[in-house]
């Protein structure tokens, strides 16, 4: 085996090796990995109240009622539903239908406090008008985001 | 596969084919960054949901993608020069270093300013994010590394170390956003569905993506020759220093 054919061996063992490791590590921080838990994830593995973390999901459509400068909305990823009740400012994209998560905890009551509330943009990009006539002729789905929340 | 890169192995032979690809690459990256940009920020409709806002898009997406497929050539031409011991293959990956490392702070800064109106915050730890900083700590310590040793054939092969090692990164990055759950929206024009974006959209955004391309074929020539030039200089210095020992 020539030095040159030997090297190239290597380069490939090593990166097989490291791309083993590399895959092993992520596999095992899963957990910290993930930016939020959906309801679904919650429903499987309750958290108490009062611990902190992210909760993520769809803004449930027709929950969001504003009270003065408290905002309530339900998120949901069409499969289990968790109320969420913030003060403070939104950001821009957030509206029904939408993707959104939100820092906080739980109450006594179940209810999720959020301290802050990101929105999630999805990766559909459209002008206004395509948007528009798609909703007219019924296609209209916003199929993406519940797989994902899912 | 080993003939042809000897082929270019050869720095002289190299700089001739460099030096006929340069007027075209130049002249695609001012056609196309011209074209690009008028459909970028003029031409192209607002999007549904982010209004103006989409049109950071059009700069952040491509650097994006340079920064990765930047990162991937230097890999593989820095495994080339060590496997082979091509100088041609390990100056090129040198070359590339600081172009990449721009590309790629142009995409953290314009996702910045993006995230600030649409997600409510300029930066999260998400996995997306987190793992395109790496890159970026990446090409800096590539560049680093370079710049630490004076026997560059030292130095070349740290450095190519470094980057191989590095290359694990580039498809976490890739599928970060499908493997866990980012804020970090997920792929929109490479999916198994096709693009996601309509095509007044998408158009303004590829020719962006071959702007950014030819500009980085440009730039890269320019570089890649003065390392070559570089190089011979070292070398002739070194003779004429040995010959003066000689003689004295």
């Not at chain 1, 109240?49 to 009622?65: T, Y």
């Not at chain 2, 270019?8 to 690809?21: E, G, S, V, Y």
């Amino acid at each position: 085996m020539t030095r040159k054919r030997r090297r190239l061996y290597f380069v490939f063992a090593a990166v097989a090796v490291l791309g083993l490791a590399a895959t092993l590590v992520l596999m095992s921080f899963e957990d910290s990995l993930v930016f939020f838990r959906s309801p679904s994830d919650l429903a499987e593995k309750p958290m108490p109240a009062g611990r902190n973390f992210r909760l993520g999901g769809l803004v449930a459509e027709g929950s969001v009622v504003k009270d003065g400068v408290e905002i309530r909305f339900v998120v949901t990823d069409m499969a289990e539903n968790v109320p969420v009740r913030f003060r403070g400012l939104i950001p821009d994209l957030f509206r029904e239908g939408q993707g959104v998560v939100a820092e906080g905890q739980l109450d006594e009551q179940g209810v999720f406090v959020a301290s802050n509330v990101l929105a999630k943009h999805d990766e559909n990009y459209m002008p206004p008008e395509v948007a528009e006539s798609l909703k007219k002729a019924g296609h209209w789905e916003p199929k993406s985001e519940q797989e994902e929340a899912n | 596969m080993a003939v042809d890169l000897h082929r270019f192995a050869n720095p002289a032979r190299f700089m001739r084919l460099t030096d006929a690809i340069f007027p075209w690459s130049l002249g695609l990256t001012v056609l196309l960054l011209a074209s690009g940009l008028y459909y970028a920020l003029i031409a192209s409709p607002q999007d549904y949901q982010q209004g103006e806002t989409v049109r950071i898009m059009f700069v952040h997406v491509p650097a994006a993608w340079m920064a990765l497929s930047v990162y991937s050539m230097m890999a593989i031409s820095a495994a080339v020069g060590w496997i082979w011991k091509h100088p041609v293959a390990d100056l090129s990956a040198k070359a590339a270093a600081p172009a990449g490392a721009c590309f790629c702070f142009l995409a953290l800064v314009t996702g910045a300013l993006w995230g600030q109106p649409m997600w409510g915050t300029y930066w999260v730890w998400d996995a997306r994010l987190t793992s395109m900083l790496i890159l970026f700590f990446l090409y800096l310590g590539y560049m680093a590394i370079w710049e630490a040793f004076d026997d560059q054939s030292k130095a070349a092969k740290a450095a190519a170390i470094l980057v191989i090692i590095g290359a694990i990164n580039i498809p976490v990055i890739k599928f970060s956003v499908d493997w866990w759950n980012t804020l970090h929206q997920p792929a929109s024009v490479a999916t198994m569905e096709g693009p996601k974006i309509h095509s007044s959209i998408l158009t303004p955004l590829l020719l962006m993506a071959g702007a950014y391309t030819a500009l980085f074929v440009t730039i890269f020539i320019i570089r890649v020759k003065a390392e070559i030039l570089d190089r011979r200089l070292r070398i002739m210095r070194m003779n004429q220093v040995q010959e003066k020992g000689l003689k004295g």
